[in-house]
């Protein structure tokens, strides 16, 4: 696969991006376009071709890869608009349903993904969902694509607000998880460098059983948990805590969030 990508956005997720696909080894021009020349110079240190012009991007593009801000996506779509014309276009602008995109860009073919911060380390778990304009072929090259992040999954629309909720902001609350585990590592002693190593890598491994043995959560914890040793007993600590509660109303609350920015910017009523 080597067609040529524009990526409109070169902050976090759009950099995250840019870096991703060169370090897994994307045959193809990767042009990375920002108003902001420090930006810029960051992914022509990664091997990106730069740009600060949207529509001259856009038209040497084959894939365009929108990634700004909820609000300047409108800005972003109408200077596009002629220069997409049969191409795949990729949203990546959280809350932005695929009605609002496709009105401004009428003869493309879109796809909108909820990628997250993972992507930086080939780690991000990547929802997607396309118009009825994207062929079978357009959704391969989608999917390679995003496996060169992490992992991906297609999904319907309707989900896409839980999911921003849940693996979006995912690496904010799991970040929670792991300071926390480092404090404890502390606490009973153990150096930082160690404490915080072990537990990032803890999470990290727990995420591959879940994913490679397809098993319940529930599953990798019975297989460490023995009558009578440290496991269980931390186990009837954490029961006894609100976690899960904690976890599954931050998750809620997110959700909402996303609903409201939506609203409050309009893109239902478009």
């Given at each position: 696969m080597?067609?040529?990508?524009?990526?409109?956005?070169?902050?976090?997720?759009?950099?995250?991006?840019v870096k991703?696909?060169l370090?897994?080894?994307?045959?193809?021009k990767i042009?990375?376009?920002d108003?902001?020349?420090?930006?810029l110079?960051e992914?022509?240190?990664?091997?990106a071709s730069t740009s600060?012009?949207?529509r001259?991007a856009?038209?040497?593009?084959?894939?365009?890869?929108?990634?700004?801000?909820?609000?300047d996506v409108?800005?972003?779509?109408?200077?596009?608009?002629?220069?997409v014309?049969?191409k795949?276009?990729?949203?990546?602008?959280?809350t932005?349903?695929?009605?609002?995109?496709?009105?401004?860009?009428?003869?493309?073919?879109t796809?909108?993904?909820?990628?997250?911060?993972?992507?930086?380390?080939q780690a991000?778990?990547?929802?997607?969902?396309?118009?009825?304009n994207?062929?079978?072929?357009?959704?391969?090259?989608?999917?390679?694509l995003?496996?060169?992040m992490?992992i991906?999954?297609?999904?319907?629309?309707?989900?896409?607000?839980?999911?921003t909720?849940?693996?979006?902001?995912g690496?904010?609350?799991?970040?929670i998880?792991?300071?926390?585990?480092?404090?404890?590592?502390?606490?009973v002693?153990?150096?930082?460098?160690?404490a915080?190593?072990?537990?990032a890598?803890?999470?990290?491994?727990?995420?591959?059983?879940v994913?490679?043995?397809?098993?319940?959560?529930?599953?990798?914890?019975?297989?460490?948990?023995?009558?009578?040793?440290?496991?269980?007993?931390?186990?009837?600590?954490?029961?006894?805590s609100?976690?899960?509660?904690s976890?599954?109303?931050?998750?809620g609350?997110?959700a909402k969030?996303?609903?409201?920015?939506?609203?409050?910017?309009g893109?239902?009523?478009?």
């Open positions: 080597n067609d040529k990508i524009t990526v409109i956005g070169a902050g976090m997720m759009g950099g995250a991006i991703s696909l370090k897994s080894g994307y045959q193809g042009t990375a376009v108003i902001r020349p420090e930006r110079q992914q022509e240190k990664l091997g600060t012009d949207n001259k856009a038209a040497d593009a084959n894939i365009l890869f929108i990634v700004v801000k909820p609000g409108k800005k972003v779509l109408s200077e596009v608009r002629d220069e014309k049969g795949l276009v990729i949203s990546v602008a959280a932005v349903p695929l009605k609002f995109v496709k009105k401004f860009i009428p003869n493309a073919k796809v909108r993904i909820m990628p997250n911060v993972g992507a930086l380390v991000s778990y990547t929802a997607y969902c396309c118009d009825e994207v062929t079978k072929e357009d959704k391969e090259k989608v999917k390679t995003l496996n060169m992490g991906c999954e297609e999904v319907d629309e309707k989900y896409m607000d839980a999911i909720a849940l693996s979006g902001s690496p904010g609350y799991l970040s998880i792991i300071e926390a585990l480092m404090y404890a590592g502390l606490k002693g153990l150096p930082r460098n160690i915080l190593t072990s537990a890598q803890t999470v990290l491994g727990t995420g591959k059983l994913i490679e043995l397809q098993e319940h959560p529930a599953k990798i914890k019975d297989m460490v948990t023995t009558p009578g040793g440290t496991t269980i007993e931390a186990i009837y600590e954490l029961e006894g609100q976690i899960r509660q976890l599954m109303r931050a998750v609350e997110a969030k996303s609903q409201l920015i939506r609203e409050q910017l893109f239902n009523a478009e």
